[in-house]
């Protein structure tokens, strides 16, 4: 533009406007002035597109990142699934239904690297071409970036493949006790995510000392549970009962207007979550079936023998309880306890087997169910997103109707124990 206004000068010999505060001369309508227009025009257009590069560099950094750390997650899940593996191989007992699990999670193995690597091949794609198209351009410290995501995924591949060779490695928990499995039956998103959880003795109900204590909650008695058993590690959700309804061709409940997807079920019965269970156990082949009073405060407590599995004394960031969101939350919005499950307190009561006694007395201290006599309502554990802290300790129960489909009332499924 420098160059147009000084060749124009010397042509012509007339003052232009050169943008510099000088007083501006008669502006010519001649061909060198259109020109100049014309070279402003291109170099807004070329701060234009300069823009748009910046903009689009940055954008592509992002995605890229994003994607990198959508593949960090992946090979978590694939670690995790190894170490399921060999949970299995280091728990199992010589019996063909407990071989047949751990054959079914090794067959997953492959395909979960397989996804891995290829989605790992897909940032390759992204980067490679933006790198070559704008390397010049981009700031070195962000396509360092870029190239260290990359090979720390390969690097976490890698490891994994190291890992599976060596026949899983080994695992030793730090506390002395079995490592706890975590795994679905079927590798699918509608079935639920349970927890293999360890054999062992424990005081169930609570101690005449605990705030808040009702007499039902007692005489404390020890309780052993003799065999490890599985447990859902949330409440069974919407994503996963509604596909329950659509096999079954049943009506799915209603949701109160809050919400489907991963927010746990409500509004089922006693038959409802029983029905379920029994759909459940017919397509994996495996027993599944309500926990028994017991189980529940045994897994609820996780070793604990505190008001709740967190101490004495409920937050607000540790459950959804006290009515403080009005409405259940996604399960899994809060911490887990020891035992990796979540929303042991608050959010849903959840069903138990059990018909409802109004103490301890002539209970089994075995685990089972107490289903002899019956009664006219069920257990339910855990408390609600309703309930106040004094309803939703680990050793308050409840009881409600089998029929009564509530927005309280949800269920989580438990494993059939294993005989040893």
Not at 119 to 134: G, K, N, S, T
Not at 262 to 289: F, K, M
Request: contains cysteine; glycine residues 10%.
């Amino acid at each position: 533009i420098s160059y147009a206004q000084a060749e124009y000068s010397r042509q012509s010999g007339e003052a232009i406007d050169d943008d510099s505060g000088a007083e501006p001369g008669v502006r010519p309508s001649s061909d060198l002035a259109n020109d100049l227009a014309d070279l402003r025009g291109d170099l807004q257009s070329v701060e234009d597109e300069t823009e748009q590069l910046g903009r689009k560099i940055e954008a592509e950094t992002v995605a890229t990142s994003e994607r990198a750390d959508q593949l960090g997650r992946q090979v978590q899940d694939a670690g995790s699934h190894a170490g399921i593996a060999r949970n299995e191989l280091e728990q199992a007992a010589p019996k063909p239904g407990r071989l047949e699990r751990i054959n079914r999670v090794l067959r997953r193995l492959p395909d979960r690297i397989e996804k891995t690597g290829k989605a790992m091949e897909v940032v390759i794609d992204v980067a490679e071409p933006f790198a070559d198209q704008w390397f010049n351009q981009l700031p070195t410290d962000i396509f360092n970036l870029v190239v260290k995501h990359i090979r720390l995924v390969s690097k976490n591949i890698e490891k994994a493949g190291q890992r599976l060779k060596k026949g899983f490695g080994s695992s030793k928990p730090s506390n002395g006790r079995p490592p706890l499995t975590i795994f679905r039956e079927i590798d699918e998103p509608w079935c639920p995510e349970m927890v293999m959880l360890p054999a062992g003795t424990f005081l169930m109900g609570s101690p005449e000392g605990e705030a808040g204590r009702y007499d039902d909650e007692g005489p404390q008695r020890e309780v052993t549970i003799g065999r490890p058993f599985a447990l859902g590690r949330y409440p069974v959700t919407f994503d996963e009962y509604d596909h329950f309804c659509a096999e079954t061709r049943c009506d799915k409940p209603d949701d109160r207007g809050w919400g489907r997807g991963r927010r746990p079920v409500i509004n089922v019965s006693h038959s409802d979550a029983e029905a379920y269970c029994a759909w459940l156990s017919e397509l994996t082949g495996s027993g599944y079936q309500l926990p028994s009073e017991a189980m529940w405060e045994y897994a609820c407590r996780a070793w604990t023998t505190t008001a709740d599995a967190f101490g004495n004394g409920l937050t607000r960031e540790q459950a959804n309880f006290r009515n403080l969101r009005q409405e259940t939350s996604d399960v899994g919005a809060y911490p887990a306890n020891a035992w990796l499950l979540h929303d042991m307190h608050g959010n849903v009561w959840e069903w138990c087997q059990d018909w409802y006694h109004e103490n301890y007395e002539g209970a089994p201290n075995d685990g089972s169910a107490w289903l002899d006599p019956p009664g006219t309502h069920r257990l339910v554990r855990g408390g609600s997103w309703n309930d106040p802290a004094r309803d939703v300790r680990s050793a308050y129960r409840n009881a409600y109707g089998p029929g009564n489909r509530v927005g309280v009332l949800g269920f989580r499924c438990a494993g059939v124990q294993e005989q040893s």
